[in-house]
């Protein structure tokens, strides 16, 4: 992208002139120390004496205050350098041949914390430091952007609808897509931002907890998800063909019942969701899909501190539950669902695959799925710090949400490509593998 080169213009001479805390040592973060937070980056440290020990940390502060780090230890070569794409982590939060890992190792100073970003027009800083024998060599700052230049931010209040708008440079129209984030409340920018530098129109839509959306949800009304669709396909920049919704958790669920009984949605993607309404009656019109209960007796308390609700739910497929299924064969959009199956969330590879089967049993041939093995609950975008465990909004305490961290972090790059050429497909005709954005 062209507005990478002019960042990488200006920060070529910072590198070139950066503050070194060594006489010799030089810390470098390439090809610029300013990208796009899905982007990979390499790290080389040079100046060292051969064989010699090093300690990297990094570290950001997000919207919330809290502090999140990663370390690792590496050896110097016969040269007296460190490439973080050629040579192992001896310890630290990762070990092995791993680029990115002072990234999505990262790990909170308050247990059980996400990273919130608030506002995805500012970048995120990671702070990196280079160290030995107590003694700060290097440092660098690597600035993560969730939006390119010209990509428009807009804070959406429009009747009922609460969201926040990411519009890309140029006239359109583009695609238009609606990103669903979990019960906790609030939206998430930073996926929605993402998208909308690959040439889509992004709603990050809240259905609760936000702004004035009731905290406290008793039930949920499809005709506010109707309204959004509508408002999205009103905006001169969206084409007017049916529009794409990206979700996940709770999201996802929801994002199953609008593909099945509204209008206009082209592509679906369902990120660890269930093929069942839950919590709360879903009402639209004069319908209304009974929620699925669930049975405290088959929670799991092994892991003090940590409760495992994955199998809380009852089982949606017997017959006395039948009711709270999501008619999904109604739907004429495509499916792509992704599944984490260490998901302790919920059972969202077996409610996955119900779904497929009961597409497959009206002869429908519209879905895909992509399953990851070891992956959490919370797949995000690329780079993202491991979410093992957090706060549910249902349950109030902390639950484990599943994942071992290096697998979690390649599904979250493969997903994230996966989902990407999903629209291109199906939103904008297109197919084929993705270019650089460079």
Known sequence: MAFLLRRC?????????????????????????SCMFDEAVEIKLSGL??????????NLRDDKGVVFKATATYQADEKGEVDLSRQPSLGGTYTGVEPMG?????????????VVKRDASSPLHYHI???????????????RHFTCPGVRRAPVTDGRIRGTLFTPPGEGPFPGIIDLYTLGGGICEPRAALLANKGFVVLALAYCGYQDLPKKVKKFHLEYFEE?????????????????????????????????????ISATVCINGCNANVLFPLHYKDMVLPPLTFSAKNLDTTKPGILDVRDVLDDPMVK????????IERASCRFL????????????????????????????????????PKAGHFLEVPYMPHHPSGIHPAVGKEVAFGGEPKVHADAQVDAWRRVQEFFRKHLQGLSGPLKSSL
């Open 9 to 33: 213009s200006k920060l070529s001479l910072r590198n070139a002139l950066m503050k070194t805390y060594s006489d010799s040592v030089r810390l470098r973060i390439l090809p610029s120390a």
């Open 49 to 58: 004496t051969p064989q010699q020990h090093v300690e990297l940390q990094s």
């Open 102 to 114: 002072l990234f999505w190792s990262m790990r909170p100073n308050v247990p059980h914390s996400k």
């Open 129 to 143: 430091e280079a160290s030995s024998g107590g003694e700060v060599l290097a440092k660098e700052t690597n600035e």
């Open 228 to 264: 959004a669709i509508a408002f999205l396909q009103r905006l001169p920049e969206v084409q007017g063909n049916g529009i794409g919704i990206l979700s996940i958790s709770k999201g996802a669920e929801l994002a199953l019942s609008m593909s099945s009984f509204l209008a206009n």
């Open 320 to 327: 006395e539950n039948l009711a709270t299924v999501i008619p």
């Open 337 to 372: 669902f992704i599944v984490s199956e260490d998901d302790r969330n919920w059972n969202s590879a077996y409610y996955a695959e119900q779904a497929c089967s009961r597409l497959k049993e009206h002869g429908r041939t519209n879905y895909e799925v992509v399953s990851y």
